[in-house]
């Protein structure tokens, strides 16, 4: 049996369940200087410790001792790995997509409220017809691009679960790109409406997204009181 080639192997279980070797240590109950002359090929885990060793570490106790994992256990360990890097990447997309579409939102909407008040007529300078448009592909891309994300998590997680995941981060970012969709057609309908009826309007657009934000808060409620129950 080959020391080294064994250490070198507890050593990469180690770092593919993400523990240190202090952490595997308290996890066997024995100190990290055991654990750190296993990997150094100083010696071996004791017969007593085999065991409890194999389970932390995800595989049986011949595959430790012959250093190599079974085509079973190299399935599973892979689809651990592609789980973790799915998931970081899902997150990573969404923070990307919460900063373009905050920054489309802004844009936008800082653009069309200036303009309303300076400007009688819609797209009246080539710059708001520029700004607009880097608004609307910076919402759309965010948006896309979130989207892809979750539905690349398909290969490791059900349907369901995928949109319980997404649900309330999809909401965040429908909140955040709404702000200049709706400053965008207020500006329209300005053009269209006199200035009187504007404000009217813009109470009944509050009052319609309030209204659908709290019917939406409600069944959240009323559905987790009932799973509750």
């Known amino acids: 049996m080959d020391n080294k080639r064994v250490g070198r192997f507890i050593s990469k279980l180690r770092k593919s369940k993400d523990l240190t070797q202090n952490e595997l240590a308290e996890k066997l109950s024995i100190s990290n200087k055991t654990v750190s002359k296993w990997e150094t090929g100083e010696g071996l885990p004791d017969v007593s410790v085999l065991p409890e060793l194999a389970q932390v570490l995800g595989v049986s106790i011949d595959e430790i001792l012959n250093a190599e994992l079974k085509e079973e256990t190299r399935i599973k360990v892979e689809e651990v790995a ?80 995928i949109i319980a995941m997404s649900v309330k981060k999809m909401l965040s970012l429908f909140v955040i790109s709404v702000a200049f969709v709706l400053t965008f057609f207020i500006r329209l309908i300005d053009k269209i409406v006199d200035m009187e009826n504007l404000e009217m309007l813009c109470g009944a657009l509050i009052l319609i997204i309030i209204a659908v934000i709290c019917s939406v808060v409600s069944k959240r409620i009323e559905r987790k009181y009932n799973n509750e129950g």
């Open 82 to 161: 592609n789980e973790k890097n799915l998931l970081n990447i899902y997150h990573i997309c969404f923070l990307i997509s919460c900063f373009i579409c905050t920054f489309g939102a802004l844009l936008g909407g800082f653009t069309e409220v200036y303009c309303a008040y300076n400007f009688k007529i819609l797209f009246y300078t080539h710059w708001e017809i520029i700004f607009a448009a880097v608004a609307f592909f910076c919402i759309a891309f965010g948006n896309l691009l979130f989207y892809i994300s979750a539905l690349r998590l398909n290969v490791i997680y059900p349907k369901e679960k």
